[in-house]
């Protein structure tokens, strides 16, 4: 508990530090440009969040494939990483930006394909041959 309050109270402090040290080597104005213009996409991305995060979430579940846990929660990264682009500050938007990147992440069984829960099991027929019997008396059984 103490960790997390300790994260809170240095995030704001690094977020100064590195926009003061980005300031020195570009420039006020650029680092000033860059803060808008992260804020603006922020706001953006978590404007048109809205009913596409439903659409994803179902057409993923639909697909019956193979899903991966990482696809599930886009909507959720998406909406995340709009949220930190919106908070003024570099460190937030490179969190965001990792975010957005696509990484593979551990496939899960599709709750729409109940078959692919058993991968391992190979379906077939067989006939047990008993070497004694006569190839006649096989045929009629």
Not at 76 to 100: E, K
Not at 119 to 127: K, N, Q, T
Not at 128 to 140: N, Y
């Amino acid at each position: 508990m103490r960790a997390i309050l300790l994260l809170l109270l240095l995030y704001p402090l690094l977020e100064i530090a590195t926009l003061v040290t980005l300031a020195h080597h570009l420039g006020g104005g650029v680092v000033f440009l860059l803060v808008v213009a992260s804020s603006l996409l922020g706001i953006w991305m978590l404007r048109n969040q809205k009913l596409g995060a439903l659409i994803t979430l179902t057409s993923v579940v639909r697909q019956g494939q193979q899903v991966s846990l990482y696809s599930l929660l886009w909507p959720l990264r998406y909406a995340l990483s709009g949220l930190l682009f919106a908070i003024p500050g570099i460190l937030s938007d490179v969190l965001a930006v990792l975010l957005l990147l696509p990484f593979k992440g551990p496939q899960l069984n599709s709750m729409a394909n109940p078959g692919a829960m058993a991968d391992d099991v190979i379906e077939g027929e067989f006939s047990r041959v008993d070497p004694k019997r006569s190839d006649a008396q096989r045929h009629l059984h």
